[in-house]
């Protein structure tokens, strides 16, 4: 069964540092892509960041570009995102999910951006 698990979400002021660990499991067949995906209260999801299975080629929503940092632990079979220089229009649930859209993502990790 393939599982996604998200956590390292929490409580930070503006202009602080997060770092979000997602651990994949139940893959047979090398290492999968893997998205970093959003939703804010009250909003839809919003794509944030992806690390491809070959080569970890990664990508980042401009919104975030500069500031986020997606990474992986091949052995651990575990994929980061170190997010710096937050702001509070970033609350919300991550999700790291094995599509764009987040269809098929973990339970997430609770962020919260807040003086």
């Known amino acids: 069964e393939v599982r996604l698990a998200e956590s390292g979400g929490g409580l930070v002021q503006p202009g602080g540092s997060l770092k979000l660990s997602c651990v994949a499991s139940?893959?047979?067949?090398?290492?999968?892509?893997i998205f970093w995906v959003r939703q804010a209260p009250g909003k839809g999801l919003e794509w944030v960041s992806v690390?491809?299975?070959?080569?970890?080629?990664?990508y980042y929503a401009d919104s975030v570009k500069g500031r986020f940092t997606i990474s992986r632990d091949i052995a651990e079979n575990t994929v980061y995102l170190q997010m710096n220089s937050l702001r509070t229009e970033e609350t919300g649930m991550y999700y790291c999910?094995?599509?764009?859209?987040?269809?098929?993502r973990g339970q997430g990790t609770q962020v919260t951006v807040s003086a």
């Open positions: 139940g893959f047979t067949l090398g290492t999968p892509t």
């Open positions: 690390i491809h299975s070959g080569g970890d080629i990664t």
């Open positions: 999910a094995l599509d764009s859209g987040g269809d098929r």
